[in-house]
């Protein structure tokens, strides 16, 4: 992966991302009857971690069309 290649976002935009997933995450936890800190800390555990995932594969794609451009 070359050290050119940035993200096509900016970072304030994968942190509101983040947020919305964790808020979205901890939404779902409530109504499916989880109790609120046991929603709260799942929320963060898996809302964070789908967020990570959405940039690491943002990542991968932007390192692959740019080792396709390059060639």
């Not at 940035?6 to 989880?34: C, D, K, Q, S, W």
């Not at 995932?53 to 740019?66: D, M, P, S, Y």
């Amino acid at each position: 992966m070359g050290s050119d290649l940035t993200l096509p976002r900016t970072p304030i935009e994968y942190y509101m991302l983040g947020l919305a997933l964790v808020v979205a995450n901890v939404f779902v936890l409530l109504i499916t009857g989880h109790q609120v800190l046991a929603a709260v800390a799942m929320g963060l555990f898996y809302g964070l971690a789908m967020a990570l995932v959405v940039v690491l594969l943002t990542v991968g794609w932007q390192a692959l069309r740019g080792k396709d451009a390059a060639e």
